[in-house]
């Protein structure tokens, strides 16, 4: 497999952690296939573009990528992301004047701590140095501003992921395997998917996720999934695989990938170019899953157990109390952490949050409503 400039991919963890992925896969994707595949990141490998387009992308077939590729790719970079011996490359577009650029936080965590750089590098091969302005790793999301501000290169055109149709064509844009100014074509395979990413000691939430069979692989991540218009739609992140005889997964693209609607992305990068912080609301809550071993051998409840409750928070707020036992959030079982990350992930400061809990065998339902971190 082609290396982007011969360096090891950043976190190899990533790729090699994929047995336990399995079941995560078969939990999103229905099917005997499905159910052989698994999930890793796509990752490792740069004045605002005139959007139009003839072409209708409900009724058409194909993309003409030709115009598409010619119209984005000037606001496309190919990113590298280094902290000493550690190294890989990804994809961005250019999204904002001042030379902002979103991307994957995949992409450049590597580079997040002490001693990290960043660069980007433009389709015509320039480069520049880059600064981290912002990360969210709940929804892997990240924003970077490059220090010639990009000033001669245009910004992508930004279209509405709402609006998209199952079979609609897109084109993806990106660095794979580290070769910039790739294009690939496909469809919109499906729609709001939910896919669960691990990743080292963090797990990315695509929520609502575009599949697509647009060809996707390591060093898309970040990149751009556009309409026909040359409109972004969505920001690929993740691939499924099919594992290899060992079990372990390959590294290329079998024609099903994710992104992340630009819907979801473009407000929480507007709010890490503001405060470079996503602003995501809080629930005040720390929670764990009950393993099912332990209700099969104590007869516990089910559910998701309250280790601690912020006393000023929205938690305490609404009654709830550590000790007690979330049975269900929203009107579903409780069942996993995750619902109460994913929760938050999609609501807005003041939005609310049903939870039916018990306490001293009791049930109760409290509706929380969720603050401002």
């Known amino acids: 497999m082609v290396q982007p400039d011969g360096e090891p991919p950043t976190r190899p963890t990533r790729w090699s952690d994929v047995r336990r992925l399995v079941p995560i896969v078969a939990g999103v994707l229905v099917g005997?296939?499905?159910?052989?595949?698994?999930?890793?990141?796509?990752?490792?490998?740069?004045?605002?573009?005139?959007?139009?387009s003839s072409a209708d992308d409900a009724g058409?077939?194909?993309?003409?990528?030709?115009?598409?590729?010619?119209?984005?790719?000037?606001?496309?970079?190919?990113?590298?992301?280094?902290?000493?011996?550690?190294?890989?490359?990804?994809?961005?577009?250019?999204?904002?004047?001042?030379?902002y650029i979103l991307t994957n936080d995949?992409?450049?965590s590597v580079a997040a701590a002490a001693g990290g750089s960043v660069s980007?590098?433009?389709?015509?091969?320039?480069?520049?140095?880059?600064?981290?302005?912002?990360?969210?790793?709940?929804?892997?999301?990240?924003?970077?501003?490059?220090?010639?501000?990009?000033?001669?290169?245009?910004?992508?055109?930004?279209?509405?992921?709402?609006?998209?149709?199952?079979?609609?064509?897109?084109?993806?844009?990106?660095?794979?395997?580290?070769?910039?100014?790739?294009?690939?074509?496909?469809?919109?395979?499906?729609?709001?998917?939910?896919?669960?990413?691990?990743?080292?000691?963090?797990t990315h939430h695509l929520i609502g996720a575009i599949q697509t069979d647009a060809a996707i692989n390591p060093g898309n991540s970040g990149g751009a999934l556009v309409d026909c218009a040359g409109r972004l739609v969505g920001v690929n992140a993740a691939i499924a695989t099919v594992p290899n005889a060992a079990g372990v997964g390959g590294g290329g693209s079998v024609g099903l990938g994710f992104a992340i609607p630009v819907d979801l992305a473009?407000?929480?990068?507007?709010?890490?170019?503001?405060?470079g912080q996503p602003g995501h609301p809080t629930t005040g809550l720390q929670v764990q899953e009950i393993p099912p071993a332990v209700v099969e051998a104590t007869g516990a409840p089910s559910g998701l157990f309250v280790l601690?409750?912020?006393?000023?928070?929205?938690?305490?707020?609404?009654?709830?109390?550590?000790?007690?036992?979330?049975?269900q959030i929203?009107?579903?079982?409780?069942?996993?952490?995750?619902?109460?990350?994913?929760?938050?992930?999609?609501?807005?400061?003041?939005?609310?949050?049903?939870?039916?809990?018990?306490?001293?065998?009791?049930?109760?339902?409290?509706?929380?409503t969720l603050a401002a971190p």
């Open 308 to 327: 601690a409750v912020d006393p000023a928070g929205p938690a305490a707020k609404a009654g709830l109390k550590a000790g007690d036992v979330i049975t």
């Open 60 to 99: 058409t077939a194909m993309c003409a990528a030709v115009p598409v590729a010619d119209q984005v790719l000037p606001s496309i970079v190919t990113i590298s992301a280094r902290r000493g011996a550690q190294a890989g490359t990804g994809s961005g577009q250019i999204i904002t004047e001042g030379g």
């Open 120 to 202: 980007v590098q433009y389709s015509d091969g320039r480069g520049s140095a880059a600064v981290i302005v912002g990360r969210d790793p709940s929804t892997d999301l990240a924003v970077l501003q490059a220090s010639d501000a990009a000033k001669d290169y245009p910004l992508i055109g930004v279209g509405s992921s709402a609006t998209l149709r199952i079979g609609q064509p897109v084109v993806a844009l990106g660095a794979p395997l580290g070769l910039a100014s790739t294009v690939t074509s496909g469809i919109v395979s499906a729609l709001d998917r939910y896919v669960p990413v691990p990743g080292d000691g963090v």
């Open 106 to 108: 995949h992409v450049i």
């Open 266 to 275: 473009k407000p929480i990068a507007d709010e890490l170019i503001r405060t």
């Open 32 to 52: 005997a296939l499905v159910t052989a595949l698994i999930f890793i990141a796509v990752r490792d490998d740069g004045p605002r573009a005139d959007a139009s």
């Open 330 to 368: 929203g009107g579903e079982p409780a069942v996993s952490s995750e619902q109460i990350v994913v929760a938050t992930l999609t609501r807005q400061a003041g939005d609310t949050l049903e939870l039916t809990y018990l306490r001293a065998g009791q049930s109760a339902t409290a509706t929380l």
